[in-house]
């Protein structure tokens, strides 16, 4: 089976701190998102091929993964961001226009998910996940026997919604054939929501010529894509990967679940619940929870909660809520 991962987008949601790294990279938790990624697809030996989606600051992309991994991946070029579709429709060449499964994952969502269940199965699957309130998503409609007869994007009240359960970002696909196809009826016929070519929309066309699809509940679904989503991650990450930590700083309370990485100078300071710092950090007399510091920043006199340090910044004014990028100085 072939995975698809699209990383090709600007992430201006999460800008400054995707200006000058790509969305991808940034540390959640103690790893750039994509290792969590990459790390359970090799665990658990379902790729015959991983294909990354490149663009932007792709080469970082293509540097970090190449150093940290023993797996030869393959990169496409999307020379233009015109949307999810488009991107996965780049994915084409690797499939030599062969037939294969192929698993779509998104580079900026992690999924606490058993991906080898969700691939066993003789239909093709579409992760989703129930919500309270539908607006917001994409969601099924699905007949009596489970198999989804449309999709629709953001339905206007729960009352017209066909259902609660929202599409996570996960698809599972038996017939890349067909999904190539569908792309490019939908580049052909220039089918765009708000300029883009929509992933949903080659599926929608897929289900219209008969190909069968179900769901697969996704609990753990983690959205990395915007400040507040990275933050809701980070914490997750760090209370089920919670191993008490032996740290030790001068004059310092550690209070669990934290990330410190090497080479961290910390004085006079009360660190956590829910607090990411990368290596080469310096932080003096400051209070920092649910919070991520980027590697050789610097934090002195500050009580920060909620904030995204970048790489290189130096924060020394007391602040409590604040997204500082790299290298910047507050
Ligand atoms: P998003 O729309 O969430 O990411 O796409 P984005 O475009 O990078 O972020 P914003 O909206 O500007 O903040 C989900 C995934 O699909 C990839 C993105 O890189 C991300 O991993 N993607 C999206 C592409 O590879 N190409 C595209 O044209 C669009």
């Known amino acids: 089976m072939k995975v698809i991962i699209p990383v090709a987008g600007f992430g201006t949601r999460l800008r400054p701190h995707t200006l000058h790294n790509p969305k991808v990279l940034l540390n959640v938790g103690g790893k750039p998102m994509i290792h969590y990624i990459i790390e359970q697809l090799i665990k658990d030996k379902i790729a015959s091929s991983i294909i990354l989606v490149t663009g ?7 540097e970090y993964l190449d150093s940290s991994f023993k797996f030869k991946f393959d990169y496409v070029e999307q020379a233009e961001a015109k949307g999810l579709g488009h991107a996965v429709y780049c994915a084409k060449s690797v499939f030599k226009n062969k037939n294969d499964e192929t698993l779509i994952i998104l580079g900026d969502t992690l999924f606490d998910v058993d991906l080898k269940k969700m691939v066993k199965g003789k239909d093709s699957v579409i992760g989703v996940k129930v919500v309270d309130d539908p607006r917001r998503f994409g969601v099924v409609e699905k007949d009596g026997n489970g198999y989804i007869t449309r999709f629709v994007e953001k339905p206007a009240s729960k009352e017209v919604s ?46 219209n010529n008969d190909d069968k699809m179900k769901t697969f509940n996704v609990e753990g679904w983690l959205d990395c894509g915007k400040p507040e989503t990275l933050l809701e991650t980070n914490r997750y990450l760090l209370s089920k990967n919670k191993k008490p930590g032996s740290y030790k700083f001068k004059n310092t ?48 006199n500050c009580s920060l909660t909620d904030s995204l340090i970048g790489e290189g910044a130096i924060v020394k004014r007391d602040a409590l809520k604040i997204s500082v990028g790299n290298y910047s100085e507050i």
Do not use: R, W
């Open 162 to 207: 066909p259902s609660n359960e929202a599409i996570v970002g996960l698809y599972y696909l038996k017939n890349s054939l067909h999904l190539f196809k569908s792309l490019e009826h939908i580049m052909k016929n220039n089918i765009t929501v708000k300029g883009e070519f929509q992933l949903t929309d080659a599926l929608e066309h897929m289900l």
């Open 253 to 300: 309370k550690i209070v669990e679940p934290v990330f410190i990485g090497k080479n961290v100078n910390i004085e006079n300071s009360v660190i956590g619940p829910y607090a990411t710092i990368n290596d080469d950090c310096v932080i003096k007399n400051s209070f920092i929870t649910d919070s991520i510091l980027d590697k050789f920043s610097t934090v002195e």
């Open 56 to 62: 932007f600051l792709g080469d970082k992309i293509k």
